[in-house]
Antibody
């Protein structure tokens, strides 16, 4: 049974770096049938794609966040991570890690981690 | 970047009625790579429709999607109590880069 376990602090100070890690279990992390992504949802608002990564390390980022985002992968641990620098209150959101299928449904999300609220506040 | 505008922002209907939700793209979504998701309070989104009109696995046939180009519609026939939720459209024509609409809240009248 697939699980995406998200870990990281729930409170980050302004101007600091938000760091989250998603650990994948119950599925082949390095399968070419999937790639992995980060999506966030500010309180009371809609979904925002942050970026995605293949197990090979190829990354894609939302243009509006690209200068502040780094997504990395550790295949030995079946993990992928998000770093978002210079955070402000506008980065307060529920952060989700997610699985994207490849093939004809590439880009959709077929499995979501439970999400974690990250608050940016001093 | 393809922007998606959903309307209405909130839709108030009664169980048994039909819901019609709209998603309009700022430019044509190639190959109709448009998906719909349902999100209930405290839950993660669930994929309902992909390819504008194909139901995902396990989705009841009262949910249907239609449209092409820049205008897409999600229709829910005979609303059930569990259908009241927030619905998001997503374009994945430019994947891996994707965008979501701002959502339509379907509430009980």
């Amino acid at each position: 049974q697939l699980q995406l376990q998200l870990s990281g602090p729930g409170l980050v100070k302004p101007s600091e770096t938000l760091s989250l890690t998603c650990t994948v279990s119950g599925d082949s992390f390095s399968s070419y049938n999937y790639y992995w992504g980060w999506i966030r949802q500010p309180p009371g608002k809609g979904l925002e794609w942050i970026g995605s990564i293949y197990h090979t390390g190829s990354t894609y980022y939302d243009p509006s966040l690209k200068s502040r985002v780094t997504i990395s992968v550790d295949t030995s641990k079946s993990q992928f991570s998000l770093n978002l620098t210079s955070v402000t209150a506008a980065d307060t959101a529920v952060y989700y890690c997610a699985r994207h299928p490849t093939g004809r449904l590439t880009g959709t999300v077929d499995f979501w981690g439970q999400g974690t609220l990250v608050t940016v506040s001093s | 970047e393809i922007l998606l505008a959903q309307s209405p922002g909130t839709l108030s209907l009664s169980p048994g009625e039909r819901a019609t939700l709209s998603c309009r793209a700022s430019q044509s979504v190639s190959s109709n790579y448009l998906a719909w998701y349902q999100q209930k309070p405290g839950q993660t989104p669930r994929l309902l429709i992909y390819g504008a009109s194909s139901r995902a696995t396990g989705i009841p046939d009262r949910f249907s999607g239609s449209g092409s180009g820049t205008d897409f519609t999600l229709t829910i026939n005979r609303l059930e109590p569990e259908d009241f939720a927030v619905y998001y459209c997503q374009q994945y024509a430019t994947s891996p880069a994707v965008t979501f609409g701002q959502g339509t809240r379907l509430e009980i009248k």
